[in-house]
């Protein structure tokens, strides 16, 4: 039995129990079908226990789920045995940056809105220590410096095409001193020209941007399904995996990068924002 369930065991945990209740069976039916005690399902279906390939795809079978790129996406989640490097963080930092980091190992894509602060896979190293200071309650000297080591270690390791729309606010708002600034725009400029990132940015006078004025950062999965909406919460973030809210945050992460300016115009933007610090 598992004691703290990962993020994604979860995620695959509540898959299953989706399938369940969509086949119109409960626990106890779902069980006799597949020749165990309710209680093994509940434990799966709770993310307490795993659950093998063998009985992944016999449920799948019983709960009359055809999609087989779904299915075989749900075959990976169970079957993973990665420890990835995350892992050394464990126990000294919360459980909410494990699971940022995490998201972001098995994410095929990114796309972000942020209001008011520079995304964390974005920041210089000095933003971040300066977004970490102003934390309620204070953060320990130690603490502080675990959070902007794995901040910084979660940059190194990210591969996907992440696009971003940001903000005025975001890039005017003074978080440090004004080199920390400086610094910060001019890091955005660099990533902005690599291949995978894309940013955009939305000034103070474009119309149409508060019908989706929200921060968030979206992240794809394996298969749509799969995905996850990340938003920020009082004490960590919070993954948000529905269909129907998923439904939502696609629409308006459209709605924000179609009021949004372009790439080039947006590194124009930024280039005299630099300019005026």
């Not at 309710?38 to 434990?43: K, L, R, S, V």
């Not at 591969?159 to 725009?185: D, S, Y």
């Not at 990132?197 to 749509?224: E, K, Q």
């Amino acid at each position: 039995m598992r004691r703290e369930p990962t993020a994604r065991q979860t995620r695959l945990a509540t898959e299953l129990r989706r399938l369940r209740e969509a086949a119109g069976l409960n626990s106890r039916q779902a069980a006799a079908l597949l020749g165990v005690s309710p209680a093994q399902i509940t434990h799966i279906e709770s993310a307490l226990a795993g659950v093998s390939e063998q009985r992944l795809r016999r449920l799948a079978s019983h709960y009359a789920c055809t999609d087989e790129e779904f299915i075989d996406a749900l075959v990976a989640m169970a079957t993973d045995r990665t420890r990835g490097w995350w892992e050394e963080y464990r126990g000294l930092i919360p459980t909410p940056f494990m699971d940022l980091a995490e998201l972001d190992h098995h994410s095929t894509f990114q796309q972000d809105v942020a209001i008011l602060y520079v995304p964390g896979l974005l920041q210089t190293e000095a933003y971040a220590r300066a977004v970490f200071s102003a934390r309620l309650p204070e953060l320990t000297h130690d603490e502080l410096e675990l959070r902007v080591r794995h901040r910084m270690a979660r940059q190194k390791r990210v591969t996907f095409p992440h696009e971003i729309v940001i903000h005025e606010a975001a890039l005017r708002i003074r978080v440090g001193n004004r080199a920390a600034a400086r610094a910060q725009l001019a890091q955005l400029l660099e990533l902005s020209e690599a291949d995978r990132i894309t940013v955009r940015v939305i000034p103070f006078d474009l119309d149409g941007f508060t019908r989706a004025s929200s921060t968030m950062t979206y992240a794809g999965g394996a298969v749509p399904k799969l995905d996850t909406v990340a938003r920020d919460a009082p004490h960590g973030s919070l993954l948000i995996d529905s269909e129907a809210q998923l439904n939502s945050y696609r629409t308006r992460f459209r709605r924000v990068e179609a009021v949004s300016l372009e790439p080039d115009p947006s590194r124009d933007f930024i280039h005299r924002l630099t300019k005026e610090l």
